[in-house]
């Protein structure tokens, strides 16, 4: 039987990190993968060839189909909003747009849920409550994403996260050969995604970690190095690799260990039940 998956991310190039491995074993088993943005990314951290006469937040929508063809993703859809970005100000809305985080909860989820009764959505992805590590963009998601899964009837919403307690222990382990830049801060992430025990699902993609991987270089804008991201955007002036650039650079075995698995949380399923390896799996 086929099912529909539906990954529903805040800015292209995140389903990159988060979800890739997720919607490209989906695809390659016969489901149909939908991915829908939130925002175009506009205040996304690029290097000036990127901004030199050209719309960033077009371009990165373009790098995100080119990301969903690698993927086998069926569709791709924007729901509108512009960028609000992780500046200390939030900044005016652009013209004719609308800052994702500040779309009224019920008219933004009334805009995903249409997607998702149009696909008969099976599984929405979206965020943990944390957004991940706390971009004002990725709290939104997970609220509106619990709405419109509401409003839709969709069956289960599974919210991608990283096992806090892996992730710290990763940093503290890295920071021994690693000097990060000063204005890292490594404790916020003992606050940031979902301890381990709140992991429902965590599922192998090791077999496509070559789809994950050209995902992720399809986002050529946040692989610049050097760049500086518009006012109120998404980061200030960088010296050192972008997360995506860096995550190219690992060899392709320890890619393949590093990011071969994926991970979420049912907030609906019960306490105490053993971690799922498949997304789909208990669906009627």
């Known amino acids: 039987m086929s099912r529909t998956l539906v990954a529903f991310h805040a800015h292209p190039d995140d389903e990159a990190l988060l979800t890739s491995g997720t919607m ?53 859809e924007w729901l509108g909003y512009a960028d609000s970005g992780s500046g200390p100000e939030l900044l005016e809305n652009p013209p004719g747009q609308v800052r ?22 099976d599984v929405l992805l979206s965020y943990d409550r944390h957004g991940g590590y706390g971009h004002r963009d990725h709290v939104r998601v ?4 619990a709405r419109a899964a509401e409003i839709a009837g ?7 996260t990283v096992p806090r307690d892996l992730l ?34 965590r599922v192998d993609v090791r077999r496509y970690a070559a789809q994950k991987r050209a995902s992720m270089r399809a986002h050529a ?17 960088q010296t050192g690799d972008r997360t995506l650039q860096a995550f190219l650079r690992v060899p392709r ?11 979420f949380r049912d907030p609906a399923a019960p306490p105490g039940q053993p971690v799922r390896r498949d997304i789909f799996e208990g669906l009627p």
Not at 100 to 121: G, I, Y
Not at 154 to 160: F, I
Not at 226 to 237: I, K, L, R
């Open 24 to 76: 490209a074993r989906a695809a390659a088993e016969g489901q149909r993968v939908v991915l829908v943005l939130a925002t175009d990314g506009g205040l996304g951290l690029a290097s000036a060839a990127f901004r030199e006469g050209a719309d960033l937040g077009s371009e990165r929508l373009a790098e995100a189909q080119r990301s969903a063809e690698a993927l086998g993703v069926s569709r791709v």
């Open 100 to 121: 994702f985080c500040r779309a009224p909860l019920e008219e933004a989820a009334e805009r995903l849920a249409a997607v998702l009764k149009t696909e008969r959505a």
């Open 142 to 145: 997970h609220e509106v994403a």
């Open 154 to 160: 969709t069956p289960r919403v599974l919210e991608a």
């Open 168 to 201: 710290v222990r990763a940093i503290r382990f890295v920071g021994r050969f690693y000097r990060f830049p000063a204005e890292f801060d490594p404790t916020s992430f003992e606050r940031a995604y979902s301890a381990r025990s709140e992991i429902t699902h």
């Open 221 to 237: 804008s946040q692989a610049s190095g050097g760049g500086a991201a518009a006012p109120g955007g998404e980061g200030g002036e």
């Open 253 to 263: 075995p320890l890619f393949d260990l590093v990011f071969g698995r994926e991970w």
